[in-house]
T-cell receptor, first 110, second 113 residues
Framework: SQTIHQWPATLVQPVGSPLSLECTVEGTSNPNLYWYRQAAGRGLQLLFYSVGIGQISSEVPQNLSASRPQDRQFILSSKKLLLSDSGFYLCAWDRGREQFFGPGTRLTVL | AQTVTQSQPEMSVQEAETVTLSCTYDTSESDYYLFWYKQPPSRQMILVIRQEAYKQQNATENRFSVNFQKAAKSFSLKISDSQLGDAAMYFC??????????FGKGTKLSVIP
């Protein structure tokens, strides 16, 4: 069966510090991978998606970036965090229909 | 642009009773998928049920069923025999052939013992 992991689960970072969130998928190959952000009490906003290694599409311009160094690994990064980057970050995968989500990372920028 | 509307920010139901959550969507596509996701306090998004637009039969998963009205662009979720573990945020989502999943803003469901 397929599983998706995210880490860390919780992160508190100062403004201006770098960020690296990691997502890995097991039990499948060539998945489509996604990064979402969810503000408190809101729906999900798609940030990035990837259909293959090195292929990244950005949905929302911002100071975040994403990379896919391996088939089942998806990384969300920032060089300098802003207060507005606080939120709940979810990684998801699919093979073309429903998406399956990881447990998420709660990021607080102080 | 596609939009998904959940008009009920909050709902409550007595344990063992039935509740229906509403969802409408706007699209010009003829082929697409619709989903309901559940987000409990742990905040992990869990797929509840899926409906393909080309299927006329409403999807059912145990106590969860949908009422899919394609012409009206309506996709409601019915939860029967509600249980305490059903308490969560419920998100309706739409997906055409592209990669993007469009979510509604969610309905918070409380289950009263």
């Amino acid at each position: 069966s397929q599983t998706i992991h995210q880490w860390p689960a919780t992160l508190v970072q100062p403004v201006g510090s770098p960020l690296s969130l990691e997502c890995t998928v097991e039990g499948t190959s060539n998945p489509n991978l996604y990064w979402y952000r969810q503000a408190a009490g809101r729906g999900l906003q798609l940030l990035f998606y990837s259909v293959g290694i090195g292929q990244i599409s950005s949905e929302v311009p911002q100071n975040l970036s994403a990379s896919r160094p391996q088939d089942r690994q998806f990384i969300l990064s920032s060089k300098k965090l802003l207060l507005s980057d606080s939120g709940f970050y979810l990684c998801a995968w699919d093979r073309g229909r429903e998406q399956f989500f990881g447990p998420g990372t709660r990021l607080t920028v102080l | 642009a596609q939009t998904v509307t959940q008009s009920q920010p909050e709902m409550s139901v007595q344990e063992a009773e039935t509740v229906t959550l509403s969802c409408t969507y706007d699209t010009s596509e003829s082929d697409y998928y619709l989903f309901w996701y559940k987000q409990p306090p742990s905040r992990q998004m869990i797929l509840v049920i899926r409906q393909e637009a080309y299927k006329q039969q409403n999807a059912t998963e145990n106590r969860f069923s949908v009422n899919f009205q394609k012409a009206a662009k309506s996709f409601s979720l019915k939860i029967s025999d509600s249980q305490l573990g059903d308490a969560a945020m419920y998100f309706c989502a739409y997906r055409p052939g592209s990669y993007q999943l469009t979510f509604g803003k969610g309905t918070k469901l409380s289950v009263i013992p």
